[in-house]
C-alpha cells in the first residue's frame, strides 16, 4: 500500500486524489476509517518508510491531560536506518524533493526577506519598522507601533524601500573607494560567517539532546528494546561530541582578512547583478533611524555619531540618519 501511495505521488498525484483513489479501491486506511489527504501527506513525509525510526512527533499538551498535539517536522527526532526500509532511500529523496518544489509552487511569496528587515527604526518611538506593501504602491516600511496600534501610539514614518536602496548604494559607491571600509567589511562578513556556524552547530547540539531524553522516555516506556536504546544513544553521544569539538574548533580559529581585492570585487559584481539584498544590508548597515519633521534627536535612545547641525536639521525637515558598520 505505501509502494502504492508513493508512485502515485511521484507520477503528479496529489495528496486528495491518492485518498480518494484507494477509499474507490476499497484498501483499509492504518485508522480503518476513510483515507483522506493528510493521513496520505504524513505518510509520505515520514522517513519511517525508508528505514528510520522517528521519534517526537507529538507531545502532551499538558501532564494533566491526556490529549496530544502534532509537532511540526523539524522537532521530530529522527535516528537514520534502523530497520529494513519499505521505500528505498533515494525513492525517498525523490518523492520530499518533488514535494518541496510542489509547495514552492503553491506558496512563490512566502517567507521574503525583506531588505532592510531588522535594521530600520522608527524615530519618534524607538520601535523596528515593518515592510508595507500596498496594491499599486512600491514596497515600503512604517514604524511598527503605528502599524499595530494606530495613531493613538505614534505617526507613520513611512519610507520607500527603492528610495532607501538608491540612498545605500550610491553611499557604498563612494565608500569602495577606501581601503580601510574594505578591511571592516571584510572583518564583518568573516565574523558574521563564524556566528552563523557556531550557533547552527549549537541547535545541531539541543536537537541531539533532545533526541536522548526522547529515547529514554521511549525505553521507560517499554517502547524500544535495551539494546536499540543502548545503540542510538551511543551514536547520539558521539555525535554530539563531535559537534561540540567542531565548535571549539571555529572558536579558536583567528578571523584572517582574506584577498582584499577579490573581497572588492564580489561586493561589487553583487551590486551590480542584484543591488541592495538583505544579506549586504546586514553586512554593512548596523541600523537606520527615520525621523520625521519636528522630532528631537535623543542621544541616550541613539547613540549616533552625529553633529549639533544634523540635530537641528532633524528637528526642522525630518531625516534618514544611516550608521554604517564601518
Not at 552563523?196 to 526522547?214: F, G, P, S
Amino acid at each position: 500500500m505505501v509502494k502504492k501511495i508513493y508512485s502515485l505521488y511521484g507520477e503528479g498525484y496529489g495528496y486528495s486524489y491518492i485518498a480518494n483513489f484507494l477509499n474507490k479501491e476499497g484498501c483499509p486506511s492504518p485508522s480503518g476509517g476513510a483515507w483522506n489527504a493528510t493521513t496520505i501527506r504524513r505518510i509520505i513525509c515520514s522517513s519511517v518508510y525508508a528505514g528510520d525510526t522517528v521519534q517526537g512527533i507529538s507531545e502532551k499538551v499538558s501532564f494533566k491531560s491526556k490529549k496530544t498535539r502534532r509537532l511540526p517536522e523539524d522537532k521530530w527526532v529522527i535516528t537514520k536506518n534502523t530497520h529494513e526500509p519499505i521505500i528505498e532511500r533515494e525513492e525517498y529523496a525523490r518523492i520530499q524533493e518533488i514535494r518541496q518544489n510542489r509547495n514552492k509552487r503553491l506558496t512563490p511569496h512566502k517567507g521574503k526577506l525583506h531588505t532592510f528587515k531588522g535594521l530600520l527604526y522608527c524615530g519618534g518611538c524607538g520601535k523596528l519598522m515593518h515592510a508595507r506593501k500596498r496594491k499599486e504602491r512600491p514596497m515600503g516600511y512604517i514604524c511598527g507601533s503605528y502599524s499595530k496600534l494606530g495613531k493613538s501610539s505614534c505617526t507613520s514614518h513611512h519610507i520607500n524601500e527603492r528610495d532607501l536602496c538608491e540612498i545605500v548604494l550610491n553611499d557604498l559607491i563612494e565608500f569602495l573607494k577606501d581601503e580601510d571600509v574594505i578591511k571592516v567589511l571584510s572583518k564583518n562578513r568573516e565574523k558574521n560567517d563564524k556566528d552563523i556556524l557556531i550557533d547552527t552547530l549549537k541547535k545541531q547540539i539541543e536537537h541531539k539532546k533532545r533526541q536522548q531524553e526522547i529515547i529514554y522516555q521511549d525505553r521507560l516506556e517499554g517502547k524500544i528494546s535495551e539494546d536499540l536504546f543502548l545503540r542510538i544513544n551511543k551514536k547520539t553521544e558521539n555525535n554530539i561530541l563531535l559537534l561540540k569539538k567542531e565548535i571549539e574548533n571555529i572558536e579558536k580559529r583567528n578571523i584572517k582578512i582574506k584577498d582584499i581585492d577579490v573581497f572588492l570585487e564580489s561586493i561589487k559584481n553583487n551590486l551590480c547583478q542584484k543591488g541592495i539584498n538583505h544579506e549586504m544590508a546586514k553586512l554593512v548597515i548596523n541600523k537606520i533611524v527615520v525621523f520625521e519633521k519636528g522630532e528631537e534627536y535623543i542621544e541616550k535612545i541613539w547613540n549616533l555619531n552625529i553633529s549639533d547641525e544634523e540635530k537641528k536639521f532633524i528637528r526642522e525637515s525630518g531625516a534618514v540618519i544611516i550608521e554604517y558598520a564601518f
